[in-house]
Nanobody, 124 residues
């Protein structure tokens, strides 16, 4: 089992920044892929970004490319999502997820472990 705990959400004005953290514990492995997804009210969960633990290969949704950066700190077993130039349409619950293979995926069905989510609200 792998436990994932997100933190760092909150209320921010348009154009502002937030950094989300996802602390992993339990049976973690360098062979995993870590992902961030988000879900707005009335919408389906959508892919945001992913990174492989081993080599740090990253992938981004087109909607966040150039604004968001995913990274990992292997010494802390933590994945980060730096979000800059935030827009109201970025408002959602953000979820951290772990995929038990070192292969990026944009499908939430490919991820086995999930955190509880953290709310991000972008509003003036």
């Amino acid at each position: 089992q792998v436990q994932l705990v997100e933190s760092g959400g909150g209320l921010v004005q348009p154009g502002g920044s937030l950094r989300l953290s996802c602390a992993a514990s339990g049976r973690t492995s360098s062979g995993y892929t870590m992902g961030w997804f988000r879900q707005a009210p009335g919408k389906e969960r959508e892919f945001v970004a992913s990174v492989t633990w081993s080599v740090g290969a990253v992938d981004y949704a087109d909607s966040v490319k150039g604004r968001f950066t995913i990274s990992r700190d292997m010494t802390k077993n933590t994945v980060y999502l730096q979000m800059n130039s935030l827009k109201p349409e970025d408002t959602a619950v953000y979820y951290c997820a772990a995929r038990i293979v070192s292969l990026p995926s944009r499908s939430y069905q490919g991820y086995t472990y999930w955190g509880q989510g953290t709310q991000v609200t972008v509003s003036s």
